[in-house]
């Protein structure tokens, strides 16, 4: 059964922001010679891994509601350089738009169940073609 994970997106303003912030993570790493492949570091291990990797996604909170999400690849646990045991959310690089759901703020990551998840802009028949500004208030007027 396919389980997602979310979290707040700190520092992004917006779905382009966060865009801006993986390409320019790529390319360190492309220019220090490391595989490129996103990811997001988290101090805690999900303990229901194979539900994630059965399909889940990082569901991101950007500006108080969930707007995008991104298809989990892996999760890998590592030990960082003081002691620290910690965890690498490997993700696909590309993002996907979902209709916005609001979230309050809260610290960390989160289980998501897939029934609670919201839907692809692009199944719901469009708006991933549409300005983030504009998507967000025809959201606001619940015209998307």
Same mark, same amino acid.
């Given at each position: 059964?396919?389980? %997602?994970? *979310?979290?707040?997106?700190?520092?992004?303003?917006? &779905?382009?922001?966060?865009?801006?912030?993986?390409?320019?993570?790529?390319?360190?790493?492309?220019?220090? /010679?490391?595989?490129?492949?996103?990811? %997001?570091?988290?101090?805690?291990?999900?303990?229901?891994?194979?539900?994630?990797?059965?399909? /889940?996604?990082?569901?991101?909170?950007?500006?108080?509601? &969930?707007?995008?999400?991104?298809?989990?690849?892996? =999760?890998?646990?590592?030990?960082? /350089?003081?002691?620290?045991?910690?965890? %690498?959310?490997? *993700?696909?690089?590309?993002? %996907?738009?979902?209709?916005?759901?609001?979230?309050?703020?809260?610290?960390?990551?989160?289980?998501?169940?897939?029934?609670?998840?919201?839907?692809?802009?692009?199944?719901?028949?469009? /708006?991933?073609? &549409?300005?983030?500004?504009?998507?967000?208030?025809?959201?606001? *007027?619940? *015209? =998307?």
């Amino acid at each position: 059964m396919t389980l %997602h994970l *979310l979290k707040l997106c700190v520092g992004a303003e917006s &779905i382009e922001d966060l865009q801006a912030s993986i390409d320019f993570r790529l390319s360190e790493q492309r220019a220090r /010679g490391l595989p490129a492949e996103p990811f %997001h570091t988290t101090r805690m291990v999900p303990t229901r891994k194979d539900e994630l990797l059965d399909g /889940g996604s990082l569901y991101w909170v950007i500006k108080g509601a &969930i707007q995008v999400r991104q298809r989990l690849v892996d =999760i890998r646990p590592f030990t960082d /350089g003081a002691g620290v045991k910690r965890c %690498h959310l490997v *993700l696909e690089p590309l993002l %996907h738009p979902t209709r916005p759901q609001p979230r309050r703020p809260f610290q960390g990551w989160r289980y998501l169940k897939a029934e609670d998840a919201p839907a692809d802009l692009k199944r719901l028949g469009g /708006g991933s073609d &549409i300005p983030e500004a504009m998507r967000r208030e025809l959201a606001e *007027l619940c *015209l =998307i």
